[in-house]
């Protein structure tokens, strides 16, 4: 599938991956963000204020996407307070989804997140793992309940809505000029996040490069007719953030795992619906990506 496709967000640690492997499956790629940055292989680009729901009517009539990319969001919890993150990240699902919805666009693939499950509060608890889509959700904050917002915005489009749309939660995403030694938006380093399990503990040792999840996006678009409207999907590496095995220092950073802990594989948050209904797998691993 080879169309105009509107990525918000184009500017951002996903986006920028996002737009440059569209463009290089042939897409003529359009580029929506209020941030400089956006890759140069868009087409176009547009700093546009989606949080205003006529900027997102009008965005939608004057490209005429076949498919749409939402992943603009207050991307960082505790970044901005919390009534300004909800209000932004929910505010923008709903509004990019009904402007796309209404203007007759084809295909639409909004982000989510693993923060939905609800980890990180004292004595958080698994109902089993891996964690997998139908997991029950409990976010505990501003940014999670934003993202379950979103999840339910889409499903709600999905059940009357002739437009194909799908939601995933890609895991913490690693840019590639991150493997290279680069600091994240937690200011450490990959490395570090390896030399510091209590660091990629914080996110339960899930990641994916962001090529790999800017693959899932070109697969999940192309699949969309094929498969149940409203879906929702974990993307996410094939392996944990940890050098030691997973069963053995979960446990140790979050000690309410303990009693599923030997359960658990190779990730916290298992990928199988997407590789069952979508054909897709992370292709790589920080043992083959990280540089310094």
């Known amino acids: 599938m080879m169309t105009r496709t509107l990525v918000t967000g184009s500017a951002g640690r996903l986006g920028r991956s996002v737009v440059s492997a569209l463009a290089a499956a042939g897409h003529e790629v359009i580029g929506i963000d209020r941030a400089p940055g956006t890759p140069a292989q868009a087409a176009a680009t547009l700093p546009a204020d989606l949080t205003d729901l006529g900027e997102a009517y009008e965005v939608m009539t004057r490209f005429r996407p076949g498919a749409v990319v939402h992943l603009a969001a207050i991307a960082v919890p505790f970044s901005r307070s919390d009534a300004v993150t909800f ?30 499950i609800g980890y990180g509060t004292p004595g958080w608890t698994p109902s089993y793992l891996p964690i997998d889509e139908v997991h029950p959700l409990a976010p505990w904050n501003a940014y999670g309940v934003s993202k379950q917002v979103a999840e339910e915005v889409v499903r709600s489009f999905a059940r009357t809505a002739q437009t194909r749309l799908a939601v995933f939660r890609p895991c913490y995403v690693v840019a590639p000029e991150e493997w290279e030694g680069a600091p994240t938006q937690q200011g450490h380093t990959m490395a570090e996040r390896l030399d510091r399990p209590e660091l990629a503990g914080v996110s339960l040792f899930n990641y994916i490069d962001a ?22 999907f974990f993307a996410g590496a094939a392996d944990a953030l940890t050098r030691e095995p997973l069963s053995e220092v979960l446990p140790k950073v979050v000690p309410s795992t303990a009693g599923l802990a030997g359960t658990v594989g190779e990730t916290v948050f298992s990928c199988d619906k997407a590789e069952r209904m979508l054909g897709w797998r992370a292709a790589r691993s920080w043992r083959t990506e990280l540089r310094s």
């Open 87 to 116: 209000k932004v990240n929910s505010q923008l699902a709903f509004n990019v989804c009904q402007s796309a919805v209404r203007s007759g666009v084809e295909r639409v693939a909004v982000a989510s997140s693993p923060t939905v």
């Open 211 to 232: 090529r790999d999840a800017a693959d899932f996006v070109i697969t999940l678009l192309e699949r969309l007719p094929d498969i149940p409207n409203g879906e929702v």
